[in-house]
Structure formats: C-alpha cells, structure tokens
C-alpha cells in the first residue's frame, strides 16, 4: 500500500509553474476585453511556452562557448544545449519571436496580442526570480555584514529578491499604462524600463557563469543593445522627418508611453530619445 506518494520537486520549477499559473490567469480574465478567441489564447500560450524555453536554453548555451572551447569534446558539444541552464533575456526573446510568428500576417493583431500578454511577462518573472532566490543561483555580492530575518541568514545582497520587487512594481507600471492610454506600446515600455533595471541590477551581482567581458556581464551588454536600438530607432526618425514640411507628423499612440513612464527616468536617460515614435516588433 502507497497511501502517500512523495515527490521532491525544484524549487525554481514550483515557483515558475505558480508564476505560469497567475501569468496566464491574468491573461485569461482579459480574453474578453481584448476580443481574443481561446483557441487562439491555447495556441498562443503553447508557442510562447515553447519559444521561451528554447530561447532561455539557446543564450545560456552561448555565454558557455568559451567554456566548450577549453573543454571540447563530441560530448560536450552534444550536451551543450540540452544540460545548460536558462537566461531569462533569451527566454524573454523567445518569447517575443514566437508571438511574432503568429501574427505575421496580421500587424493589428500583433499590437493586439502584445498589448494583452506583456504585463503578463513581468508577473511571471516574479516568482521566477524567488524561484532563483530559493535555488541559490543569480545569487549577488557578499555582504561585509551579513545580516539575518527569522530563520533566514543573508550573507550576500539579495538581488534576486530586489528584482522580485522590480519586476512587481513594472508590473503595476504596465497594467497602469494600459489603463490610462488605450494605444501605448506596452512592449516598447517594458524592454526600456526593464533594460535599465537589469544593467543597474546586475553591478550587484556575484555569479560568474552569467559570463562578463569587458567588465559588463552579458545581460548588461544585452540591455545596452535595447536601450541602442530605440534611441537609434529615434534618431533615424528625426533624421528623415522634413523640417521645412507644414504638416508636421502626427506622434503616433504608442507615444503615450513616453507621457505615463519615461518622464520618470529623465534624469537616468537625459539626452536620449527613445519613446517618441512607434515601431514594428
């Protein structure tokens, strides 16, 4: 007789199967708002879970290229994707190319889709970040004086936890933003905000196996490249825009974003103009 069964499960895959669980709750409350059919919530839902995965395995597998290269084997390389770990960028990526496939056909169900599951990614990246924390991976820095709540001892900065909170706090930005201005480019707002979060995260952490060159890690250099392709996005728009036309351009609505969020970071981004026009995922 088995009356229990006794199941060891990791703590990172609970906590992003609870992430998972609220990420799509969320966005199922939401099907009738954005007129999106469950067939097509199902479809989307498999696609992203799939793209995200492969891609969080792909970038890992990549920032291990030099480790493969010292330690080459047929072995190695055959296991190299496969036993490597995830990273959330090329999860978040995945993610983002998967919904992009399905809706290639159609641009205003793309803005549609976006706009409905973005919020949504931060949510999830919540309890992912907890998931580490309770792993014990993406751990931060030692601290000079450890310090300790309840049965807890903390003996490095908590940065998993810190950007547990982060990522909390853009998840209330976002569901605003959504809110108060029916055509922002969501996306757009959570990459930017999100990028400059992460490069200033990341100077607290302590794990090496992120990969760092030239004394910036690869998320940081990650989030440098989002930040440059929206103020070289920008620059190229007011480059082609014709000074002596009448009819100036209209600011088209993803420009909202700029108004609700990015007067907020002024001062981190001052002389940059990354919100100011629109752009196809």
């Known amino acids: 007789m088995y009356p229990y069964i006794h199941i060891m499960l990791p703590s990172y895959t609970v906590m992003a199967m609870i992430g998972g669980f609220f990420a799509l709750g969320w966005m199922y409350i939401r099907l009738d708002r954005f007129e999106i059919p469950f067939s097509s919530f199902l479809r989307m839902t498999a696609f992203s879970a799939a793209g995200g995965f492969l891609g969080a395995k792909l970038l890992f597998a990549l920032t291990q290229i030099p480790w493969l290269i010292r330690h080459f084997s047929l072995q190695n ?3 190299l994707i496969p036993q490597s770990g995830l990273v959330f960028y090329g999860g978040l ?13 159609d641009d ?18 919540v309890f992912g970040r907890v998931g580490c924390f309770l792993t014990g991976c993406c751990y ?9 709540i309840g049965t807890i001892s903390f003996e490095r900065i908590p940065v998993q936890l810190i950007e547990a909170l982060v990522e909390g706090i853009l998840f209330i930005v976002l569901v605003q933003i959504d ?10 707002c959570y990459l930017i905000l999100y990028a400059v979060c992460r490069f200033v995260l990341e100077f607290f952490r302590g794990d090496s196996i992120r990969g760092v060159y030239l004394g910036l890690s690869t998320a940081q250099w990650i989030s440098l490249m989002i930040l440059g392709f929206y103020a070289f996005s920008a620059v190229l728009g007011d480059r082609f825009q014709n000074p002596l036309s009448k ?13 609700a969020v990015m007067m907020q970071w002024s001062k981190v981004l001052r002389g940059i ?3 100011i026009y629109s752009i196809n995922c």
């Open 77 to 79: 390389a055959i296991l």
């Open 93 to 105: 990526f995945g993610v983002i190319a998967s919904l992009c496939f399905l809706t290639r056909h």
């Open 108 to 125: 205003r169900f793309r803005q549609t889709i976006f706009r409905f599951c973005v919020p949504a990614m931060p949510l999830f990246h």
């Open 140 to 148: 931060g820095k030692k601290l000079s004086h450890p310090f300790q």
């Open 179 to 188: 809110r108060k201005k029916e055509k922002a480019d969501l996306l757009k």
């Open 247 to 259: 009819n100036p351009p209209k600011i088209l609505a993803a420009d909202h974003c700029s108004d």
């Open 273 to 275: 103009k990354i919100c």
